[in-house]
């Protein structure tokens, strides 16, 4: 069985930072495709960041470059999104997503199998 469980979302003012987390089981980080995707009401879901490569490669959304960095802890099977100068434009629900294949140095280029419930980031001027 596959799980994936996200944390760490929260209500900030704008330039604050959060650090969400994802839990997995069911699966090794190290041998998988894992990343987050984002979306707002009555917007489309984007893709903010991908980590692959047994976490040696990464590949972020124009809009997280130079602000977030995803990383992860291989023997905790745990994925995690550091966000700084949160803006409001980045208020979203956050949803962790692994797939054994499907990425690579463009990002993802197939849509992850397992996904998380989503945790709340909300960011206030």
Known sequence: QVRLV???GDSVQAGGSLKLSCASSG???RSVCMGWFRQAPGKER???AVIYS????TNYADSAKGRFT???DNPKNTMY???NSLKPEDTAKYYCAAGEKGCGASGWYALPTYWGQGTQVTVSS
């Open 70 to 72: 995803i990383s992860q």
């Open 27 to 29: 699966i090794t980080t």
């Open 46 to 48: 984007e893709k903010v």
């Open 6 to 8: 996200e944390s760490g």
């Open 54 to 57: 047994g976490g040696l490669r």
């Open 81 to 83: 999104l550091k966000m």
